[in-house]
């Protein structure tokens, strides 16, 4: 599963608020100037109408200003995406809470009139993300080297871990320090269970009495509590919970 579309998953939970209704006049309008700027080439002017960080899926970095997204332009939005613009009508934009998406939720503004998700996935940048997961496979410990998708790769004070989907699901794989990625795994998890809580994902992986949960946490009711998260227990007793770095 990619992870820009988890932004899709993610809103699973709340689907039946998508607006059958006619979109607001001005957000008709704002949508039709980005998809007119795309079709264009009007790079400049549309790098003032992003909401940075544009996720990428990993390996592939995410665009997090104006100067790398003219740069990775040309990839994001290739001559098969302009063409499918061009069959782009004000009443292909739907809703799902204050955002508005096209062709099934690849490109995404929210009400600011900003792109928020850009969901779509040209040649050139799946044939970039097959170059850099080669490169990172030669950097890992050989048993853990195969993965469909690697959902996140992150480090803590303690530990760095990273989760992946495979073919024998969900595998979270963790090192203690000093340990290199290139050594072998203190644990290495397969199994996890992939939960949704509104906006906030969870995955949960068991060992005995053992359980790491890995939480990636976009709506909290708690101040600052947001990001990745990696709570580890025992025997349903928390032992350590831990913020986390994730990094491409």
């Known amino acids: 599963m990619k992870t820009n579309l988890l932004f899709l998953l993610l809103c699973l939970p ?37 909401a940075f960080p544009i996720k990428r899926d990993n390996p592939v970095p995410d665009i997090e200003n104006k100067q790398e997204f003219i740069k990775y332009y040309p990839i994001l939005f290739d001559q098969d995406f302009k063409q499918k613009l061009d069959t782009f009508k004000v009443s292909d934009i739907f809703r799902i809470g204050d955002n508005y998406g096209i062709f ?74 000093p340990s290199k990625w290139m050594d072998k795994p203190s644990l290495i998890m397969y199994n996890g269970m992939l939960e949704f809580s509104g906006k ?16 990636d946490i976009r709506i909290s009711s708690e101040d600052g509590l947001f990001g990745v998260l990696m709570t580890i227990s025992k025997n349903g007793l928390e032992k350590r919970t831990s913020q986390c770095k994730c990094i491409k």
């Open 14 to 50: 709340i689907i039946s608020q998508i607006s059958a209704q006619t979109p607001d006049p001005a957000i008709e309008k704002q949508f039709s100037r980005i998809v007119n700027l795309i079709k264009q080439d009007k790079v400049k002017k549309l790098s003032g109408l992003i």
């Open 104 to 177: 099934h939720g690849e490109l995404w503004m929210n009400a600011e009139g900003k792109i928020i998700t850009v969901n779509y996935q040209s040649k050139s940048e799946l044939s970039l993300a097959a170059k850099l997961t080669a490169e990172e496979r030669s950097t890992l410990y050989p048993s853990i080297r195969q993965w469909t998708q690697n959902k996140y790769k992150c480090l803590t004070d303690k530990y760095m871990f990273r989760v992946d989907d495979t073919e024998k699901g969900y595998r979270l794989a963790l090192w203690y320090y």
């Open 200 to 215: 906030n994902a969870e995955y949960t992986f068991h060992a005995g009495s053992w359980t790491y949960l890995v939480e």
